[in-house]
């Protein structure tokens, strides 16, 4: 199943800087796999050491949060969207 | 006196609007959808602005100029020049000047008939229900999670809606949290990041723009909320991506275990909103502990006496182009792979704009074998202020 994942301008940096990247993939969770496989750097920001996806990064399959789907094991089809979205606080905090 | 028009009677409440506030709001009265019933709604509601800044700017102009009766703003910020490329409420001479006292003015001068209430402070746990308890809806346009947290959660405390906005570099997300029976922000993002994870500087900075536009879309759908019109951003998360031009809406649910607002909620009264987002006392502790360092005056030092130096400049392509030491630029991120370009039989002073990104450096070249090497303290902002004031600081 083709699906195409958006990543969020926060975590372009650690995806070759793109916007979006395709993958076949049969779930939600083998989509995310595929990422982070291609993308090792992108691995921390998305999972916590013991695996599980963080809690200020939701996943999103088109518009619905896969936390009240199946979670990563949620099936995809083909010309699903999935996002990445991540919290983030600005305004437009000062540089440290 | 006489009822002249035909549409329905305005809720008696003794407010009437005076023939020059007729004026003023003509392009509103005109509408049916806000009307003379609408408008009174205006003049009656009491907004609690978080923020004077970027979201703030806009927020402030449009909801004073459509005649939010009371407007309250909090903020404890000095307006700087770094603001003025977005915070289109100051002026080049309000540098120097607390936010709220130019904002007042500003605000003041768009609309001299409504009461606009300035709070300088920073909002924390003591103050905030007290701050909140005399308004209707809540607008949060700050910039660190604690507050965001903060502002959530008084807000279910309280049940007053919190109407969201948040930006990153091109990327805005907006919505309302807590309206009757919608999701809060912990329903969203039950946690923030830990501070290491959060931008720095290397990834920081916002188009002026966006904080306008996302600024904007709070000011309707506060709007909205006040006169009781359309559909309110509420369960829905909406994304605007500037750069695509896009805007894409994802569905919010209320989590029915969150703890704030869920349905056995286990937060009943303001927490240690800095200690929960893990920063506390975080800017107290030099990141650069135990990394060896020199300073801005005893590196021109050993400039000028002809040591051989190499400089590291460790920031991003663009920061070079702002200013520069003529240091052999290696991008932090790029440095595990592009370390071979270095002679570690050299001694190296690596720097950035503010020396933390360079003490990751340090601290990566030593763990690979570095070991005449430098952190320039206080980095190209430090040389500005004490070697060479022409170099920018940005």
């Known amino acids: 199943m083709a699906v195409k994942m958006e990543i969020p301008t926060a975590l372009r ?84 | 006196m ?28 005109i509408m049916p959808e806000v009307g003379m019933e609408g408008q009174l709604k205006l003049a009656k509601a009491k ?30 910020d000095v307006v700087d020049f770094t603001n003025l490329q977005r915070q289109i409420t100051f002026s080049t001479s309000d540098v120097g000047r607390p936010k709220i006292q130019a904002t007042k003015e500003r ?30 809806i809540i607008v949060d346009g700050t910039d660190n999670f604690p507050t965001r947290y903060l502002v959530n959660d008084a807000c279910v405390l ?33 946690e923030p990041p830990p501070p290491g994870l959060v931008p720095s500087c290397a990834e920081g900075g916002v188009l002026g723009v966006l904080p306008g536009i996302v600024g904007a879309l709070q000011a309707m759908e506060t709007i909205k909320l006040i006169i009781g019109i359309g559909e309110p951003l509420a369960g829905r998360l909406l994304l605007f991506d500037a750069l695509g031009m896009r805007f894409r809406e ?24 800095e200690e929960f987002c893990g920063i506390r006392g975080e800017e107290f502790v030099p990141v650069t502990t135990g990394i060896p360092e020199i300073t801005p005056r005893e590196l021109k030092a050993r400039l000028d006496r002809g040591d051989d130096l190499f400089i590291l400049d460790v920031r ?40 933390k990104r360079s003490a990751d450096a340090v601290q990566f070249l030593q763990q690979a074998g570095f070991r005449k090497i430098w952190n320039l303290k206080g980095g190209i902002l430090a040389w500005s202020d004490e070697v060479d004031p022409s170099v920018p600081k940005y």
């Open chain 2, 250 to 273: 994802l569905r919010l649910r209320r989590n029915p275990s969150c703890p704030v607002c869920g349905d056995n909620p286990t937060i009943r009264e303001l927490i240690d909103y």
């Open chain 2, 158 to 190: 309280l049940n007053k809606p919190n109407v969201y906005g948040s930006i990153f570099r091109f990327e805005g997300q907006t919505t309302v949290f807590h309206y009757p029976g919608g999701p809060c922000y912990r329903c969203l993002y039950p």
């Open chain 1, 13 to 96: 940096q650690f995806a070759g800087k793109q916007a979006s990247v395709e993958f076949n993939a049969g779930t939600v969770g083998d989509a995310l796999k595929q990422l982070t496989g291609a993308y090792a750097d992108l691995r921390k920001h998305l999972y916590t050491e013991d695996g599980r996806i963080r809690s200020f990064v939701n996943i999103y399959l088109n518009d619905e949060d896969i936390r009240y789907l199946q979670k990563e094991n949620t099936p995809t089809k083909d010309g699903d969207t999935i996002s990445i979205v991540p919290s983030i606080a600005g305004g437009c905090p000062s540089y440290k």
């Open chain 2, 47 to 76: 907004v609690l602005m978080i923020g004077a800044g970027g979201l703030g700017a806009p927020l402030g102009l449009y909801l004073a100029a459509a005649g939010v009766g009371r407007l309250g703003v909090v903020d404890f």
């Open chain 2, 2 to 29: 006489p009822v002249i028009t035909g549409t329905p009677a305005v809720p008696d409440t003794g407010r009437t609007l005076s023939k020059q506030e007729i004026q003023r709001y003509s392009r509103h009265l």
């Open chain 2, 107 to 136: 605000l003041a001068g768009v609309n001299p008939q409504i009461r606009i209430e300035t709070y300088e402070t920073r909002l924390t746990s003591s103050n905030a229900l007290d701050l909140f308890r005399e308004y209707d």
């Open chain 2, 316 to 355: 991003e392509p663009h920061e070079y182009q702002i200013c520069n030491l003529q240091g052999h630029l290696i991008p932090l991120g790029e440095l595990p792979k592009r370390a071979s370009e270095l002679d570690s039989s050299r001694e190296i002073v690596a720097h950035c704009r503010s020396g």
